[in-house]
């Protein structure tokens, strides 16, 4: 009986890290793009989702951060809190030079996963470490 428990401990310290690395590294696949097909700035701007919390760095060198809002053919709707007062920016394709998302990245399927796999790990080791205690098996 220890050994079988050993047995099922030794392969879930094993597998854990090459399923939590399988996860994150499925979780960050991206399609590859080449340079002659960047997305325009509009592309960028649609695929972020509305109401996002954004950083915009202008052509002058300034930064806006902000909520994202209506997207148009010449720009776009920021919501930037200044103060106690929240005002609506437009911003023109023309004024900018990056954007970026700031909200998280990490995917909910991949924390669930990692969570399971540890919770697992530990429910095992309890159950090893009760095993030994009592001397069951023996």
């Given at each position: 009986m220890r050994q079988a428990i050993c047995t099922v401990l030794a392969s879930l310290l094993l597998l854990e890290p090459m399923m939590l690395a399988r996860a994150s590294a499925e979780a960050s696949v991206q399609p590859q793009?080449?340079?002659?097909?960047?997305?325009?700035?509009?592309?960028?701007?649609?695929?972020?989702?509305?109401?996002?919390?954004?950083?915009?760095?202008?052509?002058?060198?300034?930064?806006?951060?902000?909520?994202?809002?209506?997207?148009?053919?010449?720009?776009?709707?920021?919501?930037?809190?200044?103060?106690?007062?929240?005002?609506?920016?437009?911003v023109s394709f023309d004024q900018v030079k990056s954007i970026k998302s700031l909200e998280k990245k990490g995917t909910s399927a991949g924390k669930v996963i990692a969570y399971s796999l540890a919770g697992i790990g530990v429910f095992f080791l309890a159950l090893f470490i009760y095993a030994a205690a009592t001397g069951f098996g023996d």
């Amino acid at each position: 009986m220890r050994q079988a428990i050993c047995t099922v401990l030794a392969s879930l310290l094993l597998l854990e890290p090459m399923m939590l690395a399988r996860a994150s590294a499925e979780a960050s696949v991206q399609p590859q793009q080449t340079n002659a097909q960047q997305p325009t700035l509009k592309e960028t701007l649609l695929s972020i989702p509305p109401q996002s919390y954004v950083e915009v760095r202008l052509l002058d060198k300034s930064k806006l951060r902000g909520r994202l809002g209506e997207v148009t053919d010449e720009g776009f709707a920021l919501q930037v809190a200044q103060g106690n007062k929240i005002q609506n920016v437009k911003v023109s394709f023309d004024q900018v030079k990056s954007i970026k998302s700031l909200e998280k990245k990490g995917t909910s399927a991949g924390k669930v996963i990692a969570y399971s796999l540890a919770g697992i790990g530990v429910f095992f080791l309890a159950l090893f470490i009760y095993a030994a205690a009592t001397g069951f098996g023996d």
